[in-house]
């Protein structure tokens, strides 16, 4: 097993040789600097800075295992990359630093994480040959992280459960703490194992001892596994949000492969016990081509932000991502501010954003207008009299990202190359179109209708600069932003 400097050197030379380089690499969007991205981690406000940690491979295609990659921001705009945080150093650990969360708690942030064991060998690695444990570490300052500590282990889960238990989520609540795991749970029908997936919810009162509280389930079986659980109270009750597996397809419901969403606690939280709850609803966060594991937290002035990966896995076999062939792959969504309102959580994106933008431009209907760069901010308003349309048309391939509704009927839908593979994503708006911001970011776009209500995120890649985009239905204007400044340590 590697120790940490040899992690970080072999890693470092692999920025450095081949890091922050392609085509495609965005202006305003969390990136790797090489290798892989997945679900951001460890989100918090500390000291006056934002976190943002993530699941990392810089060695991508090799056996090194998943890292905790760090950014740090004081503002949202300018960001410092701080290099690796967390490394697959301890037996616990040793096939990768998998996802977690992070809870400040007098003067200290916490970082909680699984550690990912699997064993060589002919094992099915859902009930044998893996292992995971729940570890953590501390910082006074959040960039220097205290020895691990194992919080939880195969022999702390309930024996119904596989091995897959993972992505501890910290929720406070009258001054306790709870530790969500998603979980798999054996479970058959009619003599056909099936699974399900679950939330199990660990007790604490100071972070340390854990023991269990009890499970957070659906009143029938909704998928057989549920990653990346997040618990927090909006609007008088407590959201549990999560990304189940396994959930079968609708028309205009569970169109990827996997899902992410949110759900209600069914009941209001009071007192010690937990037991057995169940989950009232679930309504997808995102309704477009790549958006998963998205995880919240409550910065220091009371805005409740959520940040996703913009991706989901397994989906290469519907569509690609040009962007491996540069050395890179994945991105971060922005950050976005989630408000309730008639009991759904809209999401816009964090105001520091609107910093960025410089040059305005008008967007007149039916007029094709040459965008001014490959990364810009468009607000439109819909006439409100018949269909709304929205083209982004690539002019060097000729391939097309269209947006249109009629009534509360809405589809994102590609033409040609522009999409990589990917071809038609439906919804069903709470009400007509009104309003729509778009933020394209050179090979990513996120769609946010009627204050965030809805919302469509995609990654796109043109083949040359100078998208034109129309209109039909409404008009309206937008900014060319700027980039984020970034230190690459």
């Given at each position: 097993m590697?120790t940490?400097e040899?992690w970080e050197?072999?890693v470092k030379?692999?920025?450095?040789?081949?890091?922050?380089?392609?085509?495609?690499?965005?202006?305003?969007?969390?990136?790797?600097?090489?290798?892989?991205?997945n679900?951001?981690?460890g989100?918090?406000?500390?000291?006056?800075?934002?976190?943002?940690?993530?699941?990392?491979?810089?060695?991508?295609?090799?056996d090194?295992?998943?890292?905790?990659?760090h950014y740090?921001s004081?503002?949202?705009?300018?960001?410092?990359?701080e290099?690796?945080?967390?490394f697959?150093?301890?037996?616990?650990d040793?096939?990768?630093v998998?996802?977690g969360?992070?809870?400040?708690?007098?003067?200290?942030?916490?970082l909680?994480y699984?550690?990912?064991?699997?064993?060589?060998?002919?094992?099915?690695?859902?009930?044998r040959?893996?292992?995971?444990?729940q570890l953590?570490?501390?910082?006074?300052n959040?960039?220097?992280?205290?020895?691990?500590?194992k919080?939880?282990?195969?022999e702390?889960?309930?024996p119904e459960?596989t091995?897959?238990?993972?992505d501890?989520?910290?929720?406070e609540?009258d001054?306790?703490f709870?530790?969500?795991?998603?979980?798999?749970?054996r479970?058959?029908?009619?003599?056909t194992?099936l699974?399900?997936?679950?939330?199990?919810v660990?007790?604490?009162?100071?972070?340390?001892?854990?023991?269990?509280?009890?499970?957070?389930?659906?009143?029938?079986?909704?998928?057989y596994?549920?990653?990346?659980?997040?618990?927090?109270d909006l609007?008088?009750?407590?959201?549990?949000?999560?990304?189940?597996?396994?959930v079968?397809g609708?028309a205009?419901?569970?169109?990827?492969v996997?899902?992410?969403?949110?759900?209600?606690l069914s009941?209001?939280?009071e007192?010690?016990g937990w037991g057995?709850r169940?989950?009232?609803?679930?309504?997808?966060?995102?309704m477009?081509?790549?958006?998963y594991?998205?995880?919240?937290?409550q910065?220091?002035?009371?805005?409740?932000?959520?940040?996703?990966?913009?991706?989901v896995?397994?989906?290469?076999?519907?569509?690609?991502?040009?962007?491996?062939?540069?050395?890179?792959?994945?991105c971060?969504?922005?950050?976005?501010?989630?408000?309730?309102?008639?009991?759904?959580?809209?999401?816009?994106?964090?105001?520091?954003?609107?910093?960025?933008?410089?040059?305005?431009?008008?967007?007149?209907?039916?007029?094709?207008?040459?965008?001014?760069?490959?990364?810009?901010?468009i607000?439109?308003?819909?006439?409100?009299?018949?269909?709304?349309?929205?083209?982004?048309e690539d002019?060097?391939?000729?391939?097309?990202?269209v947006?249109e509704a009629e009534g509360?009927?809405?589809r994102?839908?590609?033409?040609?190359?522009?999409?990589?593979?990917?071809?038609?994503?439906?919804?069903v708006?709470?009400?007509?179109?009104?309003d729509v911001r778009?933020?394209?970011d050179?090979?990513?776009?996120?769609?946010?209708?009627n204050g965030?209500?809805?919302?469509?995120?995609?990654?796109?890649?043109?083949?040359?600069?100078?998208?034109?985009?129309?209109?039909?239905?409404?008009?309206?204007?937008?900014?060319?932003?700027?980039?984020?400044?970034?230190?690459?340590g």
């Open positions: 590697k940490r040899e050197r072999e030379a692999a920025e450095q040789a081949r890091g922050w380089q392609g085509r495609y690499r965005m202006k305003y969007h969390l990136m790797p600097p090489v290798g892989w991205l679900d951001p981690n989100l918090c406000q500390f000291q006056g800075v934002y976190h943002v940690f993530f699941q990392y491979d810089p060695l991508y295609g090799t090194s295992g998943k890292f905790w990659g740090t004081k503002d949202l705009v300018s960001w410092n990359y290099g690796l945080a967390l697959p150093d301890r037996q616990e040793r096939n990768g998998y996802s969360s992070a809870w400040i708690r007098d003067g200290e942030m916490h909680f699984t550690g990912n064991v699997k064993r060589k060998g002919d094992y099915d690695y859902i009930d040959g893996r292992e995971s444990c953590g570490v501390t910082s006074r959040g960039l220097r992280m205290s020895e691990k500590q919080f939880l282990g195969m702390d889960y309930p459960y091995a897959h238990i993972r501890p989520k910290i929720y609540k001054g306790r709870y530790m969500a795991l998603g979980g798999r749970k479970w058959e029908q009619e003599g194992r699974d399900r997936g679950a939330i199990l660990y007790e604490s009162a100071d972070l340390e001892t854990w023991k269990l509280a009890g499970e957070i389930e659906s009143r029938e079986r909704f998928g596994m549920w990653e990346c659980p997040d618990l927090f609007g008088g009750r407590t959201v549990v949000s999560f990304s189940p597996q396994g079968p609708e205009r419901r569970f169109q990827n996997y899902q992410s969403g949110y759900g209600f009941a209001p939280f007192g010690r057995t169940t989950v009232d609803g679930f309504r997808e966060w995102d477009g081509f790549d958006f594991a998205p995880q919240s937290f910065g220091e002035d009371g805005r409740r932000l959520l940040l996703a990966w913009a991706s896995p397994d989906s290469e076999k519907e569509y690609g991502n040009p962007t491996v062939e540069e050395g890179w792959i994945h971060l969504t922005v950050l976005r501010e989630i408000r309730e309102r008639n009991g759904i959580l809209c999401q816009e994106p964090a105001g520091e954003l609107k910093t960025l933008r410089k040059g305005e431009f008008s967007l007149p209907e039916k007029e094709a207008v040459k965008l001014p760069s490959d990364a810009v901010d607000e439109l308003s819909a006439a409100g009299n018949g269909p709304f349309r929205v083209m982004l002019g060097v391939s000729g391939s097309a990202m947006l509360t009927q809405a994102l839908a590609f033409s040609g190359s522009l999409g990589a593979g990917r071809k038609e994503r439906l919804a708006l709470d009400r007509e179109i009104e778009i933020l394209l050179v090979s990513i776009a996120e769609i946010y209708i965030g209500e809805t919302v469509f995120t995609t990654r796109l890649y043109p083949q040359g600069e100078g998208m034109t985009l129309r209109t039909e239905g409404g008009e309206g204007r937008g900014w060319e932003m700027g980039g984020f400044q970034m230190r690459k």
